[in-house]
């Protein structure tokens, strides 16, 4: 595989990326708030390779205070103690519908997510999910590469 990026996606396709940025933003302001949503975007990249995605949104956490010993073992966050049953339901969740279609487990996930979330948090559960998973189809595909120097903000 290229460590290069096929093209410039972010010049020319400006009024999609925006549309993209403005839907990632709208999930993290949501009644889920900014730390589950960026647990569910880190593990869901994790899952789906797309580094580019890891390092911002492991980044993301560490400017949220995140202890790095639990952000070292979200990939593990079933045997790992630094999780509430909370973040559990969600991250259960995010696997299962990151699964999909090829594996369907949603019907256990789901019994499991209810018991923590309302259905307002449900539905903005989904374009959370949905929104970092489109993320990462976007980097991997065009081979979007992480940068040696994160760009000022991020």
């Not at 560490?62 to 790992?80: C, F, S, T």
């Not at 990151?98 to 259905?119: I, K, M, S, W």
């Not at 990462?136 to 120097?149: A, D």
Request: charged share 20%; hydrophobic share 45%; net charge neutral.
């Amino acid at each position: 595989m290229t460590h290069t990026a096929r093209i410039p996606f972010f010049t020319l396709a400006p009024a999609p990326l925006k549309a993209m940025v403005a839907l990632s933003m709208t999930v993290k302001q949501s009644s889920l708030g900014p730390r589950l949503v960026e647990l569910i975007n880190l593990r869901v990249s994790q899952i789906n390779g797309c580094g580019v995605c890891v390092d911002m949104h492991w980044r993301d956490l560490v400017k949220q205070g995140a202890d790095y010993r639990h952000l070292n073992a979200i990939a593990g966050w079933r045997e790992a103690p630094f999780f509430s049953a909370r973040e559990r339901a969600a991250l259960g969740w995010a696997e299962a519908v990151n699964a999909l279609p090829q594996v369907d487990h949603t019907d256990a996930a789901y019994g499991e997510l209810r018991e923590h979330f309302n259905e307002t948090e449900v539905a903005e559960m989904a374009f959370a999910i949905s929104v970092i998973k489109g993320w990462n189809m976007i980097n991997l595909s065009l081979r979007n590469q992480i940068p040696e120097v994160p760009a000022p903000g991020m």
